[in-house]
């Protein structure tokens, strides 16, 4: 595995790759990596000849009172994750790599309306900052495939948004999230979480599963279901930011139209911000169809 902190030797490397006819798979990261992201390297290996991983801690996409300083980092534990997965390149650029003349002066992406609810409204600039970046990276690699994990769904239908009508030639390929054994979605964060608060993060995801399971029953009072949930969350020692029944398509209000609908959460635990989400497909006219024509 090759490692590469600036953007000239690995466009050479790159360039390198695709002249030899090799495909391009793209897994973009923050780096402390744990089994989800591992789990990406390995679609990623799945799809493509060649895969590159960064590892960039964005300041761009922290908030002033975020845990920017704080993040975890674990750079030389990541490569050796990276390398046993059987990674070819690794680009780690410092920030002044990525913003040579600083943040303030950087054209930014933004993506309207997906980026502006949910997470976008509890972190303001948070998504903004999120485009931007990955807008470089993918600049810089020029990937045929990008793999993004589905924790943070709303991050992927942002990007799939920004790849739609920026035409950018990436096809975006989203990973089911991985989960520790009680269910709750691995992070980076998760370390943060103390021993008490670790055994009651899991009713996140349980509680995401019993809205899910109310609506697969027919309860449709979506008001009633979130309200009841965030109480939930309450009495279990979260500080629920949102949660959301919404279209899984635009994340918008469900309406009679939706064909899948996305349910998610984020919550505080103590100092750590968790989030999570499920899906469910409604209405599956089609293979009712296929049954009675049949």
Known sequence: MRTYTSNTPLQAALHNLRRGGQSIAFVPTMGSLHEGHLNLVRKARQLCDAVVVSIFVNPLQFGPHEDLDAYPRSMAADK?????????????????????????????????????????????GHFDGVTTVVSKLFNIVQPDVAVFGEKDFQQLSIVRKM????????????????????????????????????????????????????????FDNFLQLESHARMKLLQAGFQPDYFAIRDARTLRSVTEDTEEIAILAAARLGSTRLIDNVRLALNPVSDWGMLADG
């Open 163 to 218: 790849v739609r009508d920026l035409c950018m030639p990436v096809k975006i390929v989203g990973v089911a999230t991985t989960r520790d054994e009680d269910g709750l979605a691995m992070s980076s964060r998760n370390g943060y979480l103390s021993l008490q608060q670790r055994h009651i993060a899991p009713v996140l995801h349980d509680t995401l599963n019993s809205c899910r399971e109310a609506i697969a029953c027919g």
């Open 80 to 124: 050796q994750k990276l390398f046993r997965e059987g990674v070819q390149i690794l680009y780690a650029p410092t920030v002044e790599e990525i913003y040579p003349e600083g943040m303030t002066a950087q054209t930014q992406v933004h993506v309207p309306d997906l980026g502006d609810t949910l997470c976008g409204t509890s972190r303001p």
